[in-house]
């Protein structure tokens, strides 16, 4: 049983950094590949982020390259988000996501967390 449980949303102030972690609870024994998204009013949900499982390799939107950097501790089963550099654009809650495979990708994402949600104010 896969469970995901996001933390560290918040508001901050326009230029500010926030930290989101994604911890899975459930069965571990293999590192899988992670992705965030994310999704704001009225807007289809959209890929943020995706990371392998070793952590060797990552992707970007390019809305977030550059500003955002995706990293992971297996030990700690546990994936991270660093926001920096933060627009008002970037409001939206933010999802973790889990794949069935160990390669990185912007698609194919069988497990989701709850969300937590990120307001960036001007």
């Known amino acids: 049983q896969v469970q995901l449980v996001e933390s560290g949303g918040g508001m901050v102030q326009a230029g500010g950094s926030l930290r989101l972690s994604c911890t899975n609870s459930g069965r571990t024994d293999v590192a899988y590949a992670m992705g965030w998204f994310r999704q704001a009013p009225g807007k289809e949900r959209e890929f943020v982020a995706t990371i392998n499982g070793r952590g060797s390799s990552t992707d970007y939107a390019d809305s977030v390259k550059g500003r955002f950097t995706i990293s992971r501790d297996n030990a700690k089963n546990t994936v991270y988000l660093q926001m920096n550099s933060l627009k008002p654009e970037d409001t939206a809650v933010y999802y973790c996501?889990?794949?069935?495979?160990?390669?990185?990708?912007?698609?194919?994402?069988?497990?989701w967390g709850q969300g937590t949600q990120v307001t960036v104010s001007s």
């Open positions: 996501a889990q794949r069935t495979g160990v390669l990185r990708s912007r698609w194919g994402y069988d497990y």
